[in-house]
């Protein structure tokens, strides 16, 4: 039971994704006095929001701090999320209104299949080693043919 509520949480997450790609798109463009600029400033705005949000729920539920020994004894790549999560909400901004919010989900969930398949496989970023099996490349092969159909069907 716990396993399909986590299934249904992670469905929901990929929803979020969806709607936080389309609002940001949309911001961009009625933020559009320079083309370069806006998909920037939409971005940014968003990552306030996320900001102010992470401050709440600090707020609200008070979770001990960490140890300033413990922070700074992390691997370098553990400070890569905040970075990778702008990246990921500017290319929402930008190419959400290019390639449609269907595509762009669609070729997001590609890229984290193929990358997460060698994450696993290479047990990087402290993960377990999963190996690679014929079985998870036709499941990759099925989303890029997904990906596709998407796009030109």
């Known amino acids: 039971m716990n396993y399909f509520l986590f299934m249904l949480l992670a469905a929901g997450a990929g929803g979020c994704i969806a709607l936080q790609a389309s609002a940001n798109s949309k911001f961009r463009q009625n933020l559009a006095t320079d083309p370069w600029a806006a998909p920037l400033w939409a971005s940014y705005f968003s990552i306030c929001g996320t900001v102010i949000a992470a401050n709440l729920a600090m707020l609200i539920f008070r979770p001990p701090a960490p140890t300033w020994d413990s922070m700074r004894n992390t ?13 990921i909400v500017l290319a929402g901004a930008s190419l959400v209104r290019e390639l449609g919010a269907a595509a762009f989900i669609a070729l997001v969930v590609g890229g984290q299949l193929v990358c997460s398949l060698l994450l696993d496989h290479f ?11 014929p079985g998870k490349i036709g499941g990759a092969l099925l989303v890029i043919g997904g990906v596709l159909c998407i796009k030109f069907l």
Do not use: R
């Open 123 to 133: 047990a990087l970023l402290g993960l377990e080693e999963k190996s690679i099996s």
């Open 75 to 87: 691997q370098w790549w553990n400070w890569i999320g905040g970075p990778l999560g702008t990246l």
